[in-house]
């Protein structure tokens, strides 16, 4: 993991409000459906070109309260009436990389985010306003976390 300094970015995408309570239970997680609706709607119109992003943003409170999550792409030409535009915060970011099968990687991360930032010696304070993930590849992610330097 390191520290950058990331520009904003506007994506566009399909968004849902959850909370990782939420997640957490198969019964109430939309998490995977939200992905799943947004390779079913736009799947097709990706290129190799395309960057695809998971945006977690207008954050409740912190781990436990809601968010949103945005799958989104930097394409803004896919987007129709159902879906939101979303810019990222330009800052500071804590970047973890992750690499494996997909979603495994991801939720895998996430964990490893989650134990780095409860951790007695983390260096670092997330702000809860901007977090993304970028699939770099089929089995390549990055997860940026705002963070107060």
């Known amino acids: 993991m390191q520290v950058k300094q990331l520009p904003s970015i506007t ?19 939309k998490i995977t459906e939200l992905w799943q609706k947004f390779g079913e709607k736009h799947g097709q119109q990706l290129t190799k ?17 809601e968010f949103d999550v945005i799958a989104c792409c930097d394409d803004l030409s896919i987007g129709d009436q159902k879906s939101v535009k979303v810019t990222t915060e ?8 992750g690499t494996g099968e997909m979603p495994d990687a991801v939720i895998d991360l996430w964990g490893e985010i989650w134990q780095y930032f ?17 699939y770099k590849s089929a089995d390549e992610v990055e997860i940026a976390i705002a963070v107060k330097e």
């Open 90 to 97: 330009a800052g500071s970011y804590l970047v973890f990389n």
């Open 11 to 29: 994506l566009t995408g399909l968004k849902v409000r959850t909370c990782n309570a939420d997640e957490m239970n198969s019964g109430t997680a």
């Open 49 to 65: 070109n395309t960057k695809t992003y998971g945006v977690y943003t207008n954050y409740e409170s912190d781990v436990t309260g």
């Open 118 to 134: 409860s951790s007695d010696d983390c260096r670092f304070t997330r702000t809860y306003s901007c977090d993304y993930e970028y």
